[in-house]
């Protein structure tokens, strides 16, 4: 990812959407010919010369100080994620050369990690990395994402499943937020690590087949997903109303483990029961399949 380009175009969309009138200045007559507020209010806003905030606009935050990307920050009216976006994108443009060509080591899930999946038995559980591939699940969880594993050549994605799998329309009840909410999460791993080749490729897939992707990766929206709800359409056993926490690693960088929970007595508790027998039925029955394949010699 050209971390310039990056810049240039993150901070001039979020310049975009604050108005005179949300940023409390005074607005008189005339046609204004910018959307958003202008370079020289921005810069006003953030304590700050008018040429400094452009050669930041630019894409040069090189020296830039924590006071400087603070008071744009709040000019812009950041959020907590669009600041840790910002500050991420100072990082690197501040790295040395050295630094910004070293890629990030592989984060593996250790077998300690593993075990704390398998002890989580009555709720769906999972370790993804920062490009939502799906590195190990509990049984709950492969029974719930069943329709994403369906294809055992390749790792699981959530990105390329929403993006370029129609099944995902049926499966994600509110497919367009899961949708915003990836490419959110994929722009602020980005810009975390923009020399992340398996982001970017992936990325890059993404925006070559799915013009959907494309329109939301192009708002350059950020966002943390740390807890919230799902509905989720389960081939098997219905619908399913979803509470999810996400739990990163101090020790492992890079991972996130995600469990879903539901509300006791809810309907949703009793699906994910059906879930954990139907689970234990496919179990039995993979012994059988394995049997069943032909043998190629």
């Known amino acids: 990812m050209d971390v310039r380009a990056e810049i ?3 901070l001039s969309s979020r310049r975009a959407r ?3 009138e949300q940023a409390g200045l005074a607005v008189y007559g005339g046609v204004r ?3 958003g507020l202008r370079r020289e209010e921005t810069a006003m806003l953030a304590g700050v010369s008018v040429d400094y905030y452009v050669r930041m606009e630019r894409g040069n935050l090189t020296g830039v ?5 603070e008071g744009v920050a709040r000019a812009l009216q950041l959020d907590e994620a669009e600041r840790d976006h910002l500050y991420a994108l100072a990082r690197k443009a501040n790295a040395s050369p050295v630094s910004r060509r070293r890629r990030p080591a592989a984060p593996r899930v ?3 990690m ?3 999946l398998d002890a989580i038995t009555d709720a769906p559980a999972w370790v993804r990395n920062g490009r939502y591939d799906l590195l190990a699940a509990n049984r709950m969880a492969r029974a719930l994402y069943a329709p994403m594993f369906a294809d055992p050549r390749r790792l699981a994605n959530s990105a390329r499943f929403v993006y370029l799998d129609p099944a995902s329309r049926d499966f994600f009840v509110d497919w367009d937020r899961s949708a915003d909410d990836i490419a959110a999460v994929l722009r602020l791993e980005a810009g975390r690590n923009p020399h992340d080749k398996a982001l970017m490729v992936l990325i890059g897939e993404l925006s070559t087949r799915s ?3 494309r329109q939301r990766w192009a708002t350059h929206n950020v966002r ?3 807890t919230g709800s799902k509905r989720l359409h389960h081939p098997v056993v219905g619908d399913l109303e979803l509470d999810f926490e996400a739990m990163e690693f101090p020790s492992d960088p890079g991972l996130t483990l995600i469990v879903y929970t539901a509300a006791p007595e809810s309907p949703t508790a009793d699906g994910l029961r059906l879930l954990a027998s139907w689970a234990a039925t496919q179990d039995d029955l993979a012994p059988e399949r394995a049997s069943a394949e032909p043998n190629p010699d």
Do not use: A, G, N, Q
């Open 65 to 69: 100080s924590d006071s400087v990307l």
């Open 110 to 112: 250790r077998p300690p």
């Open 18 to 20: 604050i108005t005179p």
């Open 33 to 35: 010919r910018v959307k």
């Open 224 to 226: 943390f997903h740390r």
């Open 114 to 116: 593993r075990r704390i």
């Open 211 to 213: 013009e959907v992707f």
């Open 8 to 10: 240039r175009e993150f």
